[in-house]
């Protein structure tokens, strides 16, 4: 099962999940639901280099995809999925860019 970290309230991640409904091989683990996830996906993203372009640009670093065999991306289509279109808006950056 594919791990998906992420929070109902960005635009990139409510687009990917609109993708895997009712699809078993994927699981999604809002980090806003709870602190538990929350600390989940910090010390991911805390201890992961795929996140240190997203940490430079002031991104959030979700929607996070984690495989089965441990492989961590950042990129939908490395998952069998699709990125949010770039004429839908950028997306939410610490600078206030985008949502």
């Known amino acids: 099962m594919i791990k998906i970290y992420g929070m109902h309230t960005c635009p990139d991640c409510t687009y990917v999940e ?3 409904k ?9 980090i806003g639901q709870h602190v538990r996830n929350l600390k989940e996906f910090l010390k991911l993203r805390d ?7 997203a940490k430079k640009s002031g991104a959030a670093g979700i929607p996070c995809f984690v495989l089965e065999d441990g492989t961590v991306t950042l990129t939908p289509e490395d998952v069998g ?10 997306t939410c950056n610490i600078d206030g860019s985008g949502c």
């Open 47 to 53: 201890h992961h280099p795929v996140f240190d372009e």
């Open 22 to 30: 009712g699809n078993s091989n994927y699981e999604v683990i809002d």
């Open 81 to 90: 999925l699709h990125s949010r279109p770039a004429c839908e808006g950028a």
């Open 18 to 20: 609109e993708q895997i």
